[in-house]
């Protein structure tokens, strides 16, 4: 579709962009009325009120050190959202990521769970599965690029796919706020979708362009997970992205995932299996910034706001 210009005297006779607004607006509406998630949701009620409902429209980016819980925290609002999610993972294998919602939804450590018999196994982990019956998962961890040209990106196909599915969904009259695609971690995809000799600066220019491209076209909300630089590592910060200025640039919100820690670098825990967290706002298009203290569990891989 080529731009044009929209002189706001003529909304009158071109009401395209007033008709669009209203529409937006009134569903919104219609959605908070009966008492609906008006955006994919996020596990934490403030984080949700920082962000005008949930996550936007676009891309939100969310950083954090090696081990800090991004893919749980990621897995648990694909889970929660409240609306169709799908999860592209690079970095955690399928049968990973159903032992992690398993062990959030029945409330069992995840490494009691690793030992269980089948039988027991089994009526926990089919409670997990429909427990989130709009997620859908792609594994990407198995994943070989074709070694040939002619035969394409498989990736770029994937995700073909996945804007066919966007229309089929937004073309329908639904109860449930726009949907969410988690990207687990950009930086992964992004060299999965490239070849050996291709510069990472140049993978993630072409990843970030079409994320955020898909995101704005097909009114989706895209989660994707990013690596931080080494200067980064343990502050944070709104430049904490590795390899590209865009993530900070591109992005509706950014957000940093962080372990609250002692005056010694020690974790501040509440026992042995709570850690003390916290989730920033570092840039928001729609609203404030602000800083959310959470708790995460990990042996059951659940977060709480608090």
């Known amino acids: 579709m080529r731009p044009k210009i929209l002189w706001l005297g003529n909304l009158g006779s071109d009401r395209s962009a007033l008709d669009d607004l209203l529409a937006q607006c009134e569903r919104r509406a219609q959605l908070s009325k009966q008492g609906k998630p008006v955006a994919p949701r996020l596990p934490s009620r403030r984080l949700n009120e920082i962000l005008g409902g949930g996550l936007p429209v676009g891309l939100t980016v969310l950083h954090g050190a090696p081990g800090a819980g991004k893919s749980a925290f990621a897995l648990q609002c694909a889970c929660e959202c409240g609306c169709p999610a799908l999860i592209i993972s690079a970095e955690l294998p399928v049968t990973e990521l159903l032992l992690r919602i398993t062990a959030r939804v029945n409330e069992k450590p995840r490494r009691e769970l690793q030992y269980m018999p089948r039988d027991q196994l089994e009526p926990l982990l089919m409670r997990a599965v429909q427990a989130s019956p709009h997620l859908g998962v792609v594994d990407l961890t198995r994943y070989a690029p074709p070694t040939n040209a002619e035969q394409g990106n498989g990736l770029q196909e994937l995700l073909a796919q996945f804007t066919e599915a966007l229309r089929e969904y937004n073309a329908r009259d639904v109860q449930a706020p726009y949907p969410l695609l988690v990207v687990d971690s950009v930086h992964t995809v992004a060299r999965l979708a ?6 990472e600066y140049d993978l993630l220019t072409g990843a970030l362009t079409y994320l955020d491209m898909l995101a704005r076209y097909h009114g989706v909300a895209v989660l994707g997970i990013a690596e931080r630089n080494r200067e980064a590592m343990q502050g944070g910060g709104l430049t904490a992205a590795a390899g590209h200025r865009l993530f900070e640039y591109i992005a509706e919100a950014m957000l940093s995932l962080d372990v609250e820690r002692d005056q010694n670098g020690e974790m501040k825990r509440i026992n042995d299996d709570m850690v003390l967290m916290k989730v920033r706002v570092l840039k928001n ?11 995460f569990d990990g042996r059951r891989m659940r977060f709480t706001e608090g």
Request: aromatic content about 6%; proline content about 6%.
């Open 285 to 295: 298009r729609n609203g404030e910034i602000g800083e959310v203290p959470v708790t």
């Open 194 to 199: 490239g070849d050996a000799y291709t510069r």
